[in-house]
């Protein structure tokens, strides 16, 4: 089962940023959190991770808070083509399942000209 | 580069028909993944390669559902007396090596998506 909630949809203004909330609230020591994404008829596309600090790259944020129990994935300037849903995913460091993505239904973001 | 790529990009068979769905990993990554996805849900995970052996079979339906990878490169599921609930989109990623304590971005090919009639 995910161990993650996510809203199930947001809207977004094009330009404007996106905020994806992500709670997991049993999230353990050895878990990373990742966001993936997937754009309709397309396979999932990986986003950004992180275990502690918070990260960005080329294409978003992720803030996670000091006690890890939630996050959020940052769109800095949403484009239409950011419409998707994105999958907050928690994922094992190591142990016998850190190969494995377990995802939820995800957050439809639909970003509006 | 070239990515992930999966074949055929749509199946349409009948019930009790026998099937097999083709991927193509990236070139050098010794992981590759199936998962199935349906309507309205996230991908669900069927089973794990790392070179040429299942580490991990444990997201398999059931006896009718079976993948290779006998050179370690391209994998096969195949699908025997398929059933209208097998209908979903079967996708299939690879990454490199998976090593404790660094868990590595999966790569995901567009899927194929299968529909029994």
């Known amino acids: 089962d995910a161990k993650t909630t996510q809203p199930t949809s947001m809207d977004c203004a094009e330009g404007r940023a996106a905020n994806l909330p992500c709670n997991h609230s049993?999230?353990?020591?050895?878990?990373?959190v990742y966001w993936y994404r997937q754009i309709h008829s397309q396979g999932p596309q990986y986003i950004i991770h992180g275990l502690k600090n918070n990260e960005t790259n080329e294409m978003a944020s992720l803030i996670i808070t000091e006690d890890r129990k939630s996050s959020t994935l940052i769109l800095p300037h949403a484009t239409l083509r950011d419409t998707a849903v994105y999958y907050c995913?928690?994922?094992?460091?190591?142990?016998?399942?850190?190969?494995?993505?377990?995802f939820g239904k995800g957050t439809l973001l639909t970003v509006n000209p | 580069g070239a990515g992930v790529s999966q074949t055929p990009s749509n199946k349409v068979t009948e019930k009790g028909k026998y099937v097999e769905l083709r991927c193509d990993p990236i070139s050098g990554h010794t992981a590759l993944y199936w998962y199935r996805q349906s309507l309205g849900q996230g991908p669900e995970f069927l089973i794990y390669?790392?070179?040429?052996?299942?580490?991990?079979d444990s997201g398999l339906p059931n006896d009718r559902f079976f993948a290779v990878r006998p050179e370690g490169s391209v994998s096969t599921l195949k699908i025997q007396r398929t059933e209208r609930g097998d209908s979903a989109v079967y996708l299939c990623a690879s990454s490199t090596t998976v090593t404790s304590g660094r868990p590595n971005e999966q790569f995901f090919g567009p899927g194929t998506r299968l529909t029994v009639l």
């Open positions: 995913i928690v994922r094992e460091t190591s142990g016998g399942s850190n190969y494995k993505l377990t």
């Open positions: 390669f790392q070179g040429t052996g299942a580490a991990d």
């Open positions: 049993t999230i353990s020591g050895n878990e990373y």
